[in-house]
Every structure is written in structure tokens, then in C-alpha cells.
């Protein structure tokens, strides 16, 4: 009898019945990691907020342009140096009972001088309520619940830390490169990156 490998032992455990977030996000700036329910899910998301594949890209571009050191990345950490946390799109899968500002603030905490925190988060904005709609709709359909947060909610995760210009703003405006291409003015992406003093 041949063993399971431990590769087949995950692939049992992925439920490719349920949407799931993460694949969703993968599929909208073209990644391949994703299922038909995924893409599925993801059309009728985009259906409600069309705009919510530029979000995505944005996101990932953001991180490209956030973490701008390749050749660190293969050493081994020591904490004791500065290092980068890098929170993208992770924060909002916790819930405010949960404390999350203060998860990051231990997290950070933790950290030495000099460390950076980058963060993306979806918003909750009067101005784009069919973000609210596609999350709303998100949440009811896929696993795991999106929680939003206010552009000020945002910015709490920096408390403590020198917050890099140009502050907590929309992933397109933090630090844009040309080489990113056109994107729309505002998306319900935030991001920033602050530094431990």
C-alpha cells in the first residue's frame, strides 16, 4: 500500500465547494491559484463593485513598492535587527472582539528599532457603497468573514510608530510608479507603512 504523501494530505483538506478569499483575490489581478467556485464568486463580486479587481492590483503593487529589499529577504531573520511585518489583507480576516489593533501592537512590540510595519486594509467608505455590497455579499457567500474598517480605523494600527509619507492612503497613492500603470483615483484598499522608533 503506497503512504499519503503529506501534499495529497492537505489537497484533502482544501474545500473547493466554498469560495474562499484568499483564491478570489488571487483570480482578480490574474493569478491562476483559484477554483471554479472561486471565479465564479469573484465575477459576481466584480458584478456588485466593478472596480474591485483594481483593487486587488493595487494591493499587490503596493507590497512590490512597500518591501523594496529582494536580497534580504533570502538571509535568515534576527529580531534583534530591524525587520519588515507585512500585514497585507491579513488584519481585516479579525474581528473587532478580537482585539486586532492590539494583536499588531504586541506584534510590533516585539519588534526591534528600526522595523517596519506594512499594512493593507479594505475600507468602509460613504462614497463607495458598492464596496460595502461586494463584501456584504462576500461574506455570506465565501469563508473567511471580511471585516472593514474605517480609513481612521486603519490608521490606529500605525499608534506608536512613525508613519512613512504619504501616510495611510489608498494603495495607488502610496509612493506611485509609473511603471504600475494606469489605475482609478481611489480604491477601498488603504495601505500604509510605519517605522518603530
Not at 15 to 37: L, V
Not at 94 to 112: K, N
Request: with cysteine; aromatic share 6%.
Amino acid at each position: 500500500m503506497t503512504p499519503v504523501t503529506r501534499t495529497e494530505v492537505l489537497r484533502d483538506r482544501v474545500n473547493t465547494a466554498q469560495p474562499h478569499t484568499a483564491r478570489i483575490w488571487n483570480y482578480w489581478p490574474g493569478g491562476k491559484d483559484s477554483y471554479e467556485i472561486d471565479r465564479e464568486t469573484g465575477d459576481q463580486i466584480r458584478t456588485l463593485h466593478p472596480g474591485i479587481g483594481d483593487y486587488a492590483l493595487a494591493d499587490r503593487q503596493f507590497l512590490g513598492r512597500a518591501v523594496s529589499i529582494p536580497e534580504h529577504a533570502a538571509r535568515t531573520l534576527d529580531l534583534s535587527r530591524p525587520v519588515a511585518l507585512v500585514l497585507l489583507g491579513v488584519v481585516i480576516f479579525i474581528g473587532d472582539h478580537e482585539d486586532p489593533h492590539g494583536l499588531v501592537r504586541r506584534l510590533t512590540d516585539a519588534l526591534s528599532p528600526g522595523s517596519r510595519l506594512v499594512l493593507s486594509h479594505t475600507i468602509t467608505s460613504p462614497a463607495m457603497p458598492d464596496v460595502d455590497e461586494a463584501v456584504s455579499f462576500g461574506n455570506e457567500h465565501g469563508t473567511p468573514r471580511l471585516t472593514q474598517r474605517t480609513p481612521a480605523d486603519v490608521t490606529r494600527f500605525f499608534d506608536g510608530l512613525d508613519l512613512l509619507e504619504p501616510g495611510v492612503v489608498s494603495c495607488n497613492h502610496w509612493r506611485p510608479d509609473a511603471a504600475d500603470g494606469p489605475l482609478p483615483d481611489e480604491v477601498a484598499m488603504y495601505g500604509g507603512v510605519g517605522r518603530k522608533a
